[in-house]
Structures are given as C-alpha cells and as structure tokens.
C-alpha cells in the first residue's frame, strides 16, 4: 500500500512538541496543583431541583444569607437553571443542609428536592490514593499482557504512548482548573483503554510485516513502520470518530455532571490517536533499530554477501 505522509521522517519534531506541552503540564501541575471537586477533598455538595428556573444571584443570595459564615462556596447551575450543584469546601452540619433546603422551599415552593453527598478528610485522602493505584494497576497490567503477548519493545512504546495521552489530559484540566472528581478518574482509565486499543490494532500489523520483511536498514524499518499505520488508518479513524460522536454529544446534550467526564473523553481520545502514530510507533522504530545495529556487530562476517 502506498503512503502519502512519512510519519517516521518527522518524528524527532513530534517528540518535541509532545516532550514541550509535558514539560508545561507538570510545569503546570506542579505550581498550581490540581482542581480536585468533592471527591478528593472534605466538603459538602448539594444538588438542589428548583422545579422551575431560578436566577443564580437569588440562589447566590440564599445561601449567603443561610449560610453568612461559609465563604467558599461554588454554585454550577443546570440546564434550564432548574437545578443548582452548589459546592461547600467545609462539610455541612445536618442543621446547615436543613436551613439551606428551608430557604429554598421558602422561595421555591415544595416541590424543591435534593441531593446531598459528604466527603471527610479521611474518605478523601483514601479515595485519591486509592484512584492513582488504579491508574497504575492498569499500566502495569498493559505492561505485562503487551510483553507477553507481543514483546518488551512494544511494551515499552505502548506504555510511554499511555503516560503521554493521561498526562496531557490532566495538564488541560490542571492549566484551565477544571475540576478533577471519580468520574475524570473513570475517564482517564477509559481514555487508557482506547489508547491502547489504536496502539495495538497498529502493532499488530508491524508484528505480521516483520514477519515477512527483510529488514537490514533503518530505511526498511521506517518504511515498515508507515506502511502499517497506513494499513490500519481506516480502523483507527473510523473508531475514533465513532467514540467521538458519542462523547461530543454527552458534552453538548448531557448533564452538568458528566460533561467534565466527556470533555476529558474527547480531549484523550484525539490524544491516543495523536500518540499511537507519532510517539509509540517511532520508540518501537528506535528500539528496534538498536537490535539490529547489535545484531550487525555481533554477526561473525557482518559485509558477507548473502
């Protein structure tokens, strides 16, 4: 199959500019820390169904006339304003929650209702540590099936193709301060899973054309290398786009609390793309063409004619 783009000939430029927008993401992640909602940190979180639509300064005015001695408060109304995420960064006494949902039925009638999720300090260090082990689980088990299953160089290319796209995603939501919560947790993990999914659908064709490729020169590697990414650049579209679509119309049409989750689906899945091809594809080219430079000084008569 002919190709048009010879991704290999480029990749030192690529591993710059993904090794430049790293560096600035832990740069980032470093200074600033991460945006972490409820989940990983003590506090209170109240959703709270007006049943009809609602100005967010009244409710800003609810609460600060409720609550006058709780000052970080962060309010995210929802679709049609009828409903309201407002975000304590201290946990609410049951007293607390009573007199916020008296005031809003006092403005809003009965038919108000809400939802109420509380987070200790303990629960939240455990529920943080416990996210990062499961990150690292996943990498370590990838790590392992890619060994056994196909070898260590591909393993290696994979693994550092997966660090890539998590980080980039976390670096976006560190840079932007989105809020980081166990649904960007699930995603991170199923932005992994997709990732690594591209990554072997083309290693896969590598493997099969190693097979039956006489490889001598780096030249023959990288032709190798992009005749497979062209093989299989179909599939990885079509699949892509296919989730995209998907995760796109959660973000527009979906609710306020997984629109975090589809943004960070949609900002992984272009990044896993991007990786597969242009950072997983040449370390396997470089690694592989260590061993062959190894195998050329070890042969007994390397410039032997066949």
């Not at 709270?48 to 100005?55: K, N, R």
């Not at 679709?79 to 005031?103: C, G, W």
Request: proline share 2%; charged share 20%.
């Amino acid at each position: 199959m002919n190709f048009k783009i010879n991704f290999m000939k480029h990749y030192k430029k690529f591993f710059l500019y993904s090794s430049i927008i790293s560096i600035v993401g832990l740069l980032t992640i470093a200074i600033f820390g991460m945006n972490y909602g409820v989940d990983f940190k003590a506090g209170t979180t109240l959703d709270i169904t007006m049943g009809q639509q609602a100005e967010k300064a009244n409710v800003e005015e609810i609460i600060r006339t409720t609550l006058p001695e709780v000052k970080d408060v962060i309010l995210t109304m929802g679709s049609n304003n009828e409903r309201v995420t407002a975000r304590f960064d201290n946990v609410l006494s049951q007293q607390e929650t009573n007199k916020v949902i008296t005031a809003f039925e006092d403005k809003y009638g009965e038919q108000v209702s809400y939802e109420e999720n509380t987070v200790d300090v303990t629960m939240a260090k455990e529920l943080a540590r416990k996210a990062m082990l499961a990150v690292l689980y996943a990498s370590v088990a990838i790590i392992i099936y890619v060994s056994i299953r196909f070898e260590w160089r591909f393993a290696v290319a994979a693994i550092v193709a997966l660090l890539h796209d998590a980080l980039i995603t976390i670096s976006i939501f560190s840079i932007f301060r989105l809020e980081v919560n166990l649904p960007f947790v699930a995603a991170v993990l199923t932005i992994i899973g997709y990732s690594i999914n591209d990554t072997i659908v083309i290693f896969d064709r590598v493997r099969e054309n190693v097979r039956f490729a006489k490889l001598k020169t780096f030249s023959d590697l990288v032709a190798l290398v992009n005749r497979s990414i062209w093989q299989t650049m179909t599939r990885s579209i079509n699949t892509v786009v296919t989730v995209l679509f998907a995760a796109t119309a959660l973000f527009i049409f979906g609710s306020e609390a997984i629109r975090l989750f589809s943004l960070a689906m949609i900002i992984g899945l272009m990044c896993g793309v991007y990786s597969s091809i242009i950072i997983a594809c040449p370390i396997w080219l470089l690694l592989k063409n260590k061993s062959l430079n190894a195998k050329k000084l070890t042969s007994p008569n390397p410039i032997a004619k066949p």
